[in-house]
């Protein structure tokens, strides 16, 4: 037996599949799908997330993302709005009927997101978060997993088996890179995982191109990658002004750029046979 027992594939007859309802929209994730998530960094102001939300769910944008507890570097970085920026997503989704997904740090956090948020994500900082592992596992709502920074493939899949072992078995694994010495990309994207874990593990995997990469001109060609090496979908970053961005601003697609970009995933998910058009 692997190490990873419950995310392994030989765990499972078929590849897992996660279904994500909202009252205007029902997204699948995993095998034969090409998922695209999008939005902002991290959640600004009102009227600029509601007006791309808009965009998204116009250029095809399966969920939204949205940072409303940033984890900085620095402790003087914009650090999100919390509740307040909660607001603004649900009324995000209220609107386009799109799926909501954001970062979640901190165990005392569940009960302030948890009737709200459809998918939590646990970043690369917390993915050994092994208190807030435990309690996610509780819960029946998505969790995307991404690989620590200099995590192992063998660390991250036992990561996501804390989260199977407590019972909720709708996990999705991020790759965004990992640390290493290349200094021209803010990450380097380890494209080999992707297939790694798809041969390894039943669960879907999604790939990160814009933490991966850091610089907004290589996303659309490292998204193009992953779908080609099994990916079953991206999480990008979005911004109407990139260069006013309060956060991660080189590493947003503007909207003509993610445009662009969805007509080459479009094009691509069709090669692979991968279905990326909303129901």
Not at 1 to 13: C, G, I, T, V
Not at 157 to 178: F, P, Q, S, T, W
Request: a neutral charge; one cysteine or more.
């Amino acid at each position: 037996m692997r190490p990873f027992k419950l995310a392994a594939k030989e765990n499972k007859d078929k590849n897992t599949i996660i279904e994500i309802n909202t009252p205007g929209s029902r997204v699948y994730i995993g095998e034969g799908y090409c998922t695209i998530i999008a939005g902002p960094c991290a959640v600004e102001n009102r009227d600029d997330y509601i007006k791309l939300a808009k965009f998204l769910k116009s250029a095809g944008v399966h969920m939204l993302r949205g940072g409303l507890f940033k984890p900085r570097t620095s402790p003087y970085s914009f650090r999100g709005l919390g509740r307040e920026g909660l607001d603004i997503m649900v009324e995000a989704r209220d609107i386009t009927g799109l799926p909501l997904i954001t970062e979640i740090m901190d165990v005392r956090d569940l009960d302030i997101l948890y009737d709200s948020i459809d998918v939590f994500q646990v970043g690369s900082r917390n993915m050994q978060n092994f208190t807030l592992l435990d309690e996610l596992g509780k819960i029946d709502k998505p969790v995307l997993l991404k690989r620590g920074l200099s995590a192992t493939i063998e660390e991250w899949l036992l990561a996501a088996e804390y989260i199977l072992k407590g019972g909720n078995e709708k996990v999705i694994l991020c790759e965004r890179g990992i640390r290493t010495f290349e200094p021209y990309t803010r990450n380097t994207l380890d494209i080999g995982a992707v297939a790694l874990v798809k041969h390894l593990s039943h669960l879907p995997v999604l790939v990160d191109p814009s933490h991966a990469t850091g610089k907004w001109e290589l996303v659309t060609p490292v998204a193009k990658a992953a779908i080609a090496a099994g990916a079953d979908g991206v999480m990008v970053e979005v911004h109407q002004d990139p260069d006013r961005a309060l956060s991660d601003g080189k590493q947003s697609l503007n909207m003509d750029n993610f445009l662009r970009m969805m007509k080459e995933l479009q094009k691509l998910a069709t090669i692979e046979n991968k279905k990326i058009d909303r129901d």
